[in-house]
């Protein structure tokens, strides 16, 4: 039942990190250019690469490491059906909040990335939970610490780094 609850969990968390992830990716990316085509470019590569790390292939790894025999589960493969959508509406809402004056000025990005990381951290939680490490409680200090890697770098690269790197490429100097 736990599994099952967990699961449950972990998807709408997981839609939930896709659209936030999207979101924060292209506010950032939009700061600094106004080249909109790469901004999608970026904006879905970047969403889709670093959820499924964050969501998938770390907390697996992270339960492997701490000797669970879990089950490996990707979303962006097994069912995309389900995914896309909230790429698309994530990838829109970072379009129209850049173009609010306030996310100019980085609020919108503080906020978005606040909160991509704590609904990225939950959907990393629940896999662990959903995909085999029932018993996580015993480990929990272990899994914090695991969990702050899997979920503060990837989110961080995410929704920062790869944005502003991407972003200034081609740009000339002025």
Request: net charge positive.
């Amino acid at each position: 039942l736990a599994k099952k609850g967990s699961k449950a969990l972990f998807h709408s968390f997981h839609f939930m990190h896709v659209v936030f992830a999207a979101t924060g990716t292209i506010i950032t990316f939009c700061r600094f250019s106004k080249n909109y085509f790469r901004a999608l470019i970026v904006g879905s590569i970047s969403t889709i690469f670093f959820c499924i790390l964050s969501d998938a292939v770390l907390p697996y790894v992270v339960g492997r490491i701490l000797g669970v025999d879990m089950h490996f589960h990707m979303c962006f493969i097994t069912e995309p059906q389900r995914v896309i959508p909230f790429l698309i509406m994530g990838l829109i809402n970072g379009f129209v909040l850049s173009m609010h004056h306030s996310s100019k000025q980085g609020g919108y990005s503080l906020t978005s990335h606040a909160s991509h990381i704590a609904i990225s951290s939950l959907a990393s939680t629940f896999y662990l939970i959903s995909h085999g490490f029932t018993n996580w409680y015993v480990s929990i200090g272990n899994v914090f610490v695991l969990l702050i890697i899997a979920v503060v770098i990837p989110c961080t690269l995410a929704d920062v780094v790869v944005p502003m790197t991407m972003a200034r490429l081609g740009r000339k100097n002025t």
